[in-house]
């Protein structure tokens, strides 16, 4: 079946789901090309910024898969798939029903890390999604005296060093998923919540400071990735449940 034939598959989501797609970034140059025919000018003149041949063609695969994975959604054309941007820069959709006034918008979030991408959707519900490669990371506790609060921190130190790499990145991925599904981006107070972090411990949005009930507004989740990644999901509301898909072209 070729990828264009793929497009027009519709997609089943119901209300209490959220469908969290694990995406390959590096699929074959002929692959990358057919992808490219359904991206925006926009995107194109993005995509032909990008200095490194590698980082433009994982740009271009996300942002196409994302248009074919939200075509199925609405039923649309993949190339239709038309995006606004909120005040920090998270991406919306221009026309977020199948058919204008229809019930809940159709809502997504994207986040890409090395080879893979995530892409959450639901309908209705603010939601964040983040993905981080684990690495090695100079002068990690600086990072984490940057951006996490105290009592991660201080979990972080009941680690020992063979955990505490793949804590700091579960800690990361929930901190970012949080702020991606408010829409905050960078501008919001990194200190100013605590996630879990510890081994074991299910993904929970701890503490909010400023505003204590912010904290139960929103579901966590931990998000299957593979080896060698973490992956955090952030939903507005608790009645929802995670469903993984792997897309394949
Ligand atoms: C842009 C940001 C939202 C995420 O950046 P990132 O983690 O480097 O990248 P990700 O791959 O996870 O997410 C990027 C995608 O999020 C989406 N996005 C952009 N701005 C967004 C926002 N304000 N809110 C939610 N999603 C946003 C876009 O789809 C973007 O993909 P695109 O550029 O291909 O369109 C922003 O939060 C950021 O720069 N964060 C890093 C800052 C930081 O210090 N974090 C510390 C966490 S402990």
Redesign the pocket.
């Known amino acids: 079946m070729s990828s264009g034939a793929r497009n027009a598959e519709p997609q089943a989501l119901p209300a209490d789901e959220v469908h969290v797609w694990r995406v390959e970034l590096e699929p074959s140059a002929d692959e990358v090309a057919e992808l490219a025919r359904t991206l925006a000018e926009e995107e194109r003149e993005r995509a032909a910024r990008f200095h490194f041949a590698r980082d433009r063609r994982r740009?271009v695969v996300?942002?196409a898969t994302l248009r074919r994975i939200l075509a199925g959604y609405l039923d649309a054309d993949p190339s239709e798939v038309a995006f606004t941007y909120?005040a920090?820069?998270?991406?919306e959709l221009a026309r977020p029903s199948a058919a204008p006034g229809a019930g809940p918008a159709l809502r997504f979030?994207?986040?890409?890390?090395h080879e893979r991408?995530l892409v959450a959707v639901n309908w209705g519900r603010r939601i964040?999604?983040?993905?981080e490669w684990i690495r090695s990371i100079e002068d990690r506790e600086g990072v984490a005296r940057r951006?996490?609060s105290e009592g991660e921190r201080f979990d972080l130190e009941t680690l020992g060093e063979a955990e505490r790499g793949v804590a700091f990145f579960t800690?990361?991925t929930r901190?970012?998923a949080y702020?991606?599904?408010t829409?905050?981006?960078?501008t919001a107070a990194?200190d100013g919540f605590r996630v879990s972090l510890l081994p074991g411990e299910p993904a929970r949005l701890l503490e909010t400071r400023d505003d204590p009930d912010e904290r139960d507004r929103w579901t966590l989740a931990e998000v299957p990735c593979g080896e060698g990644y973490v992956g955090a999901l952030a939903v507005e509301g608790r009645d929802w449940r995670l469903v993984p898909r792997t897309w394949t072209l």
């Open positions: 740009y996300a942002r909120a920090a820069g998270k991406p979030n994207v986040s890409h890390a991408a964040g999604v983040d993905i951006f996490f800690c990361w901190k970012e702020l991606k599904a829409g905050a981006g960078v990194l």
